[in-house]
């Protein structure tokens, strides 16, 4: 990652800001087919994984959940995590040009350093900033996503502070042999190959899938026409045995490569541009914008690689479920920026965790108790620049908590959960989190939580990088929060119709802010700026079947996150919408999908010299769309379009986004000939 783009994810990371009406349309557009709503039934996830302690019914979980199926996304013409996130309410995706650029993902007017990323229970958020890159995560192998919104560090510690982006890929456990092949390419010089095998035998099950992908790219600065190529490969494998009835021990391994080169913005050193008026598309104060052109563009490297291995052991008849593990997850970035020269860090975290889960048989009032007990160990190191500043102090966390949950036969589910964490530095810290999920009748269900976030600062905040430009702030405190939601859930017309409203409210305390030094011009650090910064907001969804052959789903959220001294946070839309429409003809064979994302003006700022002035991003709507051929069994033609109108606008300012792209692919699905046939 270059100097430039990395001073980005530290310093700005995500925000918000206004416009409603296109989002309200779109909406009333999706609530119009309640005309021809017939009465069928919109399957709903059974399971939450991670939205508490122990596995959980989704129609029992209090917590505010979004659960993603890989094989529906790719069915829909996604091609991506953070495309299919940008339909998500409450998430914002930040991504600073093309494929393979750096991508964040915010929840609730947050910043990306406060969203815990799982893949496969490893946390894979980056070791030098906190905030996870979802660049070019494709959705091959990807099985399910889950997304938990709210903060949930009384479940999942310290970096859960906003939510929990949960990714699994497949296992193949309880699937007969099978293998898929993927081929793709389009504008832009864009190709993509890619092959996945998963199955089980007896008590063995495997998964492994390979995916490249390279494009030509575009120029994603406002000046020169320079092509910011980029090219990635990612291999999953996951492999397990059921020993017994009673004992299982799955392990998983995902390796990612991905080089990018990028325009470099005059973010350091001497300002070179100009100030034009904001009636030329950006405003900012007082009334100008600015722009500079490019120095010339830099290369980035990163590569990680993560594994886990744990084992869960049920005895007692189910009464006692007790799972054992431990993970390892490795980042590397290797930067050359045109005006800075080399960069470079590496980073580790190893985990150790052990859960023990009891199932108390029924009682008095015929309810359902659970009780878990969680223990974990975490150490990380990060090196920056071997040759000149070595190994940054290793960073250890000790956390112990427990989650007890009742579920009571009149449709009352309640949890709680608490957790007592130690992080070298900061000593000790509680925090916790308290959720009802009450189901009234058959078609209705109230849904509610309360608790507390916590994030460490990242390592660069603690000790900082490149002297000049940015110091260290050894004596950060934890960034922390206070947070509730309410929300309703309601099946209409048998099924055919299903609305979630939830509102919520967070209180973010000691929020690390950048400042000047004193009598260091040009150089920043670090400090918890003083009292609280609000946020609030309404996210809502809507599902529709109105006939056999034709699936709505839209979402809007509304979001009014603020800096505690009441100015708007930069990249957080004010209003966000999306409407998702499916269709299936032909004998089902032809199935077509259009997809609409409209996102209201927001503030952002400029990196050029300190303190950043404010920019406005203007609002945008985008429209997608793909359709696929199912030629014969198993073989399957599509096109996919993006920004089919294309829109040009910013999710980060000066990062011009995806213009018109179109690909065009095959894909092969392959299972054995049945014996006899």
């Given at each position: 990652?270059?100097?430039?783009?990395?001073?980005?994810?530290?310093?700005?990371?995500?925000?918000?800001?206004?416009?409603?009406?296109?989002?309200?349309?779109?909406?009333?557009?999706?609530?119009?087919?309640?005309?021809?709503?017939?009465?069928?039934?919109?399957?709903?996830?059974?399971?939450?994984?991670?939205?508490?302690?122990?596995?959980?019914?989704?129609?029992?979980?209090?917590?505010?959940?979004?659960?993603?199926?890989?094989?529906?996304?790719?069915?829909?013409?996604?091609?991506?995590?953070?495309?299919?996130?940008?339909?998500?309410?409450?998430?914002?995706?930040?991504?600073?040009?093309?494929?393979?650029?750096?991508?964040?993902?915010?929840?609730?007017?947050?910043?990306?350093?406060?969203?815990?990323?799982?893949?496969?229970?490893?946390?894979?958020?980056?070791?030098?900033?906190?905030?996870?890159?979802?660049?070019?995560?494709?959705?091959?192998?990807?099985?399910?996503?889950?997304?938990?919104?709210?903060?949930?560090?009384?479940?999942?510690?310290?970096?859960?502070?906003?939510?929990?982006?949960?990714?699994?890929?497949?296992?193949?456990?309880?699937?007969?042999?099978?293998?898929?092949?993927?081929?793709?390419?389009?504008?832009?010089?864009?190709?993509?190959?890619?092959?996945?095998?998963?199955?089980?035998?007896?008590?063995?099950?495997?998964?492994?899938?390979?995916?490249?992908?390279?494009?030509?790219?575009?120029?994603?600065?406002?000046?020169?026409?320079?092509?910011?190529?980029?090219?990635?490969?990612?291999?999953?494998?996951?492999?397990?045995?059921?020993?017994?009835?009673?004992?299982?021990?799955?392990?998983?391994?995902?390796?990612?490569?991905?080089?990018?080169?990028?325009?470099?913005?005059?973010?350091?050193?001497?300002?070179?541009?100009?100030?034009?008026?904001?009636?030329?598309?950006?405003?900012?104060?007082?009334?100008?914008?600015?722009?500079?052109?490019?120095?010339?563009?830099?290369?980035?490297?990163?590569?990680?690689?993560?594994?886990?291995?744990?084992?869960?052991?049920?005895?007692?008849?189910?009464?006692?479920?007790?799972?054992?593990?431990?993970?390892?997850?490795?980042?590397?970035?290797?930067?050359?920026?045109?005006?800075?020269?080399?960069?470079?860090?590496?980073?580790?975290?190893?985990?150790?965790?052990?859960?023990?889960?009891?199932?108390?048989?029924?009682?008095?009032?015929?309810?359902?108790?659970?009780?878990?007990?969680?223990?974990?160990?975490?150490?990380?190191?990060?090196?920056?620049?071997?040759?000149?500043?070595?190994?940054?102090?290793?960073?250890?966390?000790?956390?112990?908590?427990?989650?007890?949950?009742?579920?009571?036969?009149?449709?009352?589910?309640?949890?709680?959960?608490?957790?007592?964490?130690?992080?070298?530095?900061?000593?000790?810290?509680?925090?916790?989190?308290?959720?009802?999920?009450?189901?009234?009748?058959?078609?209705?269900?109230?849904?509610?939580?309360?608790?507390?976030?916590?994030?460490?600062?990242?390592?660069?905040?603690?000790?900082?990088?490149?002297?000049?430009?940015?110091?260290?702030?050894?004596?950060?405190?934890?960034?922390?929060?206070?947070?509730?939601?309410?929300?309703?859930?309601?099946?209409?017309?048998?099924?055919?119709?299903?609305?979630?409203?939830?509102?919520?409210?967070?209180?973010?305390?000691?929020?690390?802010?950048?400042?000047?030094?004193?009598?260091?011009?040009?150089?920043?650090?670090?400090?918890?700026?003083?009292?609280?910064?609000?946020?609030?907001?309404?996210?809502?969804?809507?599902?529709?079947?109105?006939?056999?052959?034709?699936?709505?789903a839209a979402s809007y959220t509304y979001t009014d996150a603020r800096l505690s001294d009441g100015t708007p946070e930069i990249r957080q839309a004010r209003n966000k919408a999306s409407v998702n429409v499916t269709t299936h003809w032909l004998e089902n064979k032809l199935h077509v999908n259009t997809g609409l994302i409209f996102h209201s003006d927001m503030p952002d700022l400029f990196f050029g010299t300190f303190p950043f002035p404010t920019v406005t991003l203007p609002a945008y709507t985008?429209?997608?769309?793909?359709?696929?051929?199912?030629?014969?069994?198993?073989?399957?033609?599509?096109?996919?379009?993006?920004?089919?109108?294309?829109?040009?606008?910013?999710?980060?300012?000066?990062?011009?986004?995806?213009?018109?792209?179109?690909?065009?692919?095959?894909?092969?699905?392959?299972?054995?000939?049945?014996?006899?046939?």
């Amino acid at each position: 990652m270059s100097i430039a783009p990395t001073l980005l994810r530290v310093r700005a990371e995500l925000g918000l800001r206004s416009e409603i009406k296109l989002a309200l349309a779109c909406v009333l557009l999706a609530g119009s087919a309640l005309a021809t709503a017939r009465a069928q039934s919109v399957e709903l996830p059974e399971i939450s994984v991670y939205a508490n302690q122990a596995p959980t019914d989704i129609g029992k979980v209090g917590a505010a959940v979004t659960v993603l199926h890989g094989a529906d996304l790719r069915a829909q013409g996604y091609n991506n995590v953070p495309d299919a996130l940008r339909a998500v309410p409450g998430v914002e995706v930040s991504q600073t040009g093309n494929r393979g650029s750096l991508t964040q993902v915010s929840i609730r007017g947050s910043q990306a350093k406060h969203v815990l990323v799982l893949i496969d229970g490893v946390q894979v958020n980056d070791l030098q900033d906190g905030a996870f890159d979802f660049a070019d995560f494709s959705l091959e192998g990807i099985e399910r996503i889950e997304v938990v919104r709210g903060p949930q560090s009384g479940i999942h510690g310290s970096d859960a502070n906003a939510g929990v982006i949960a990714i699994t890929t497949i296992s193949g456990r309880g699937q007969k042999p099978s293998a898929d092949v993927k081929l793709e390419g389009g504008m832009e010089r864009s190709r993509e190959i890619a092959a996945s095998a998963r199955g089980s035998s007896g008590p063995i099950y495997a998964s492994v899938s390979a995916d490249r992908e390279a494009t030509g790219g575009y120029n994603i600065s406002r000046f020169g026409d320079f092509a910011n190529w980029s090219n990635r490969t990612t291999v999953n494998a996951r492999f397990g045995i059921d020993f017994t009835p009673e004992l299982n021990v799955d392990a998983s391994m995902r390796y990612v490569r991905r080089d990018t080169s990028i325009d470099i913005q005059p973010f350091f050193g001497p300002f070179v541009g100009f100030a034009v008026p904001s009636s030329l598309g950006c405003s900012s104060t007082p009334g100008l914008c600015f722009f500079g052109p490019p120095f010339g563009n830099d290369h980035t490297g990163f590569d990680s690689l993560q594994g886990r291995v744990h084992g869960t052991w049920t005895t007692a008849d189910g009464v006692l479920v007790q799972k054992f593990g431990a993970s390892s997850y490795k980042d590397g970035i290797q930067s050359f920026d045109a005006q800075n020269g080399f960069f470079q860090t590496h980073g580790t975290r190893d985990s150790f965790d052990y859960k023990a889960t009891f199932n108390v048989p029924q009682s008095f009032f015929n309810e359902h108790q659970t009780l878990t007990i969680a223990a974990d160990h975490q150490r990380e190191t990060l090196v920056e620049n071997p040759s000149f500043f070595g190994s940054l102090p290793a960073r250890i966390r000790n956390g112990i908590g427990g989650e007890y949950t009742i579920d009571l036969p009149w449709a009352l589910t309640l949890t709680g959960a608490i957790r007592r964490e130690n992080n070298t530095g900061f000593g000790d810290d509680t925090t916790w989190r308290v959720s009802a999920s009450q189901k009234l009748l058959s078609d209705a269900r109230l849904h509610a939580s309360v608790g507390t976030g916590a994030t460490r600062p990242a390592l660069i905040d603690q000790f900082g990088f490149f002297p000049g430009f940015f110091i260290g702030n050894p004596n950060l405190k934890p960034e922390s929060s206070f947070g509730w939601d309410f929300g309703w859930e309601q099946i209409w017309l048998g099924g055919a119709v299903v609305t979630d409203v939830t509102y919520f409210n967070v209180r973010f305390a000691d929020k690390i802010i950048t400042v000047g030094v004193p009598n260091l011009p040009g150089t920043t650090t670090e400090t918890n700026a003083p009292g609280i910064s609000p946020r609030q907001g309404v996210e809502a969804t809507l599902k529709i079947n109105p006939v056999s052959w034709a699936t709505i789903a839209a979402s809007y959220t509304y979001t009014d996150a603020r800096l505690s001294d009441g100015t708007p946070e930069i990249r957080q839309a004010r209003n966000k919408a999306s409407v998702n429409v499916t269709t299936h003809w032909l004998e089902n064979k032809l199935h077509v999908n259009t997809g609409l994302i409209f996102h209201s003006d927001m503030p952002d700022l400029f990196f050029g010299t300190f303190p950043f002035p404010t920019v406005t991003l203007p609002a945008y709507t985008v429209v997608n769309a793909s359709v696929s051929y199912d030629v014969r069994p198993g073989v399957q033609l599509y096109v996919r379009a993006q920004n089919i109108f294309n829109r040009r606008y910013e999710e980060v300012f000066s990062f011009r986004a995806q213009p018109f792209v179109a690909y065009a692919g095959l894909k092969v699905h392959l299972e054995p000939i049945a014996e006899g046939r």
